[in-house]
């Protein structure tokens, strides 16, 4: 199977607002180029899956218009929850709490929301699920922070230093399974 990871377009919300879960939509430029780019980069014949949030949402409901199959949605591909931190500058949040989730990236739940570990469990039993597609392309249209967890926990790495790896707006990552497990063999390409 490979594994194709699309970040979705930059969001409409200020810059340094925390916003994992909260649904926004995408700025409209950034999306229809996206769209261009995917239609060119993708296999027409994937799998298509894709987080219900509407930044992800409106760009994998585009995509059946240029010859790609129809897309399921489903809520393990949505971004992380960070509860309280939602729609708040990430300048403004409590330095104590920052700092425990920063010592404990993978099992510190910022209050009200879900630990790194949690998003691992979820999407990975999500992956899980596609024997189906062993074998062929599989397309999910996601987030980064769902990017980078899938990349570390589908090739069994520790969760410590997740976020460190860049995801641009619009990327696409790409992993195999081979008999050795999941490889990287695209990273954040735009």
């Given at each position: 199977m490979k594994l194709w990871m699309v970040r979705h377009p930059e969001p409409d919300v200020a810059p340094g607002i925390c916003y994992?879960?909260?649904d926004l939509a995408p700025l409209p430029g950034p999306a229809a180029e996206l769209i261009e780019r995917l239609?060119?980069?993708l296999p027409r014949d994937a799998h298509l899956y894709s987080s219900p949030?509407?930044?992800c949402a409106s760009v994998a409901l585009a995509l059946p218009d240029h010859?790609?199959?129809a897309p399921r949605?489903?809520?393990r591909l949505a971004e992380m929850h960070f509860g309280h931190w939602e729609g708040r500058p990430w300048a403004e949040l409590p330095r104590e709490e920052i700092g425990a989730w920063r010592a404990d990236i993978a099992n510190y739940v910022p209050p009200g929301g879900e630990s790194v570990g949690e998003v691992a469990r979820r999407t990975t039993a999500f992956v899980g699920e596609l024997a189906h597609a062993e074998g062929d392309d599989v397309v999910l249209i996601t987030h980064a922070?769902?990017?980078q967890i899938l990349i570390k926990a589908?090739?069994?790495e520790p969760l410590a230093g997740f976020g460190m790896a860049r995801l641009d707006y619009?990327?696409?990552s790409l992993l195999r399974r081979g008999p050795q497990g999941f490889e990287v063999l695209v990273l954040n390409e735009r």
């Open positions: 994992g879960r909260t239609r060119r980069r949030l509407q930044r010859g790609f199959t949605f489903d809520p922070g769902v990017i589908l090739r069994g619009g990327s696409v």
